[in-house]
């Protein structure tokens, strides 16, 4: 018979798990992912080493515990199909200008993202590949749906979030490692940008729908 796990035991654990992942966020933020050793994790958590590997069995899996639990796109894992279905009215309009803008201020409000995208992009690691190729998943059942809307018109909808996803990227790394202007673009950068993003997006819906008209009337 399963020993049953005191409650106050249990608390501890999660108490202790919850220091664990922190203390990998805290470094990422103070010292940069290659100091993500399991000393250091477990010298900042205050706790013993040996609890990393009782919790999470390896230090790589307590880190992408965390990495996970911060990364904005992770946050909708397994939601793709729903998110796909419940915008179908529109074709996915207000569903992508939503996600973008909300992966400006996810990025801007919690600094260790920002690290984490320096990682992802500066050096060949497993686990970022793996959330990458995450992020591509979901991406891959929005586009399900936004791609019959475009098809047979030359409005590229892929490239276009593509060029908008790389610009809020870079806005707010630049913004965060200079704290300068892009662009000639200061303080009022982020209802510009909105605005913008919502000009092209409403640009490439218009001009699809236009083309697709123009086919039909011919």
């Given at each position: 018979m399963a020993r049953k796990i005191p409650e106050g035991e249990f608390r501890n654990k999660e108490r202790t798990k919850l220091k664990l992942i922190n203390a990998v966020g805290e470094i990422i933020r103070t010292q940069g992912y290659t100091k993500l050793g399991v000393n250091n994790i477990a010298t900042t958590a205050g706790v013993s080493k040996k609890l990393i590997y009782r919790y999470f069995e390896t230090a790589d899996k307590l880190i992408e515990t965390y990495v996970r639990s911060r990364d904005y796109w992770m946050s909708f894992d397994h939601l793709a199909k729903e998110?796909?279905?419940?915008?179908?009215?529109?074709?996915?309009?207000?569903?992508?200008?939503?996600?973008?803008?909300?992966?400006?201020?996810?990025m801007a409000?919690?600094?260790?993202?920002?690290?984490?995208?320096?990682?992802?992009?500066?050096?060949?690691?497993?686990?970022?590949?793996?959330?990458?190729?995450?992020?591509?998943?979901?991406?891959?059942?929005?586009?399900?749906?936004?791609?019959?809307?475009?098809?047979?018109?030359?409005?590229?909808?892929?490239?276009?979030?593509?060029?908008?996803?790389?610009?809020?990227?870079?806005?707010?790394?630049?913004?965060?490692?200079?704290?300068?202007?892009?662009?000639?673009?200061?303080?009022?950068r982020k209802d510009r940008l909105f605005k913008s993003l919502e000009s092209i997006l409403k640009w490439a819906y218009d001009e699809a729908e236009g083309q697709k008209a123009t086919k039909t009337m011919n």
């Open positions: 998110l796909a279905e419940k915008h179908q009215h529109d074709h996915g309009r207000e569903l992508l200008t939503t996600l973008l803008k909300n992966l400006y201020e996810h409000e919690v600094p260790e993202t920002q690290k984490i995208i320096l990682w992802e992009i500066s050096e060949q690691s497993k686990l970022m590949r793996d959330i990458s190729e995450d992020r591509e998943n979901f991406g891959t059942e929005i586009f399900a749906m936004t791609d019959p809307f475009f098809e047979g018109t030359s409005v590229d909808i892929r490239a276009i979030s593509g060029l908008l996803l790389g610009g809020i990227y870079y806005q707010i790394l630049h913004s965060n490692a200079t704290g300068g202007n892009f662009c000639g673009i200061g303080n009022e």
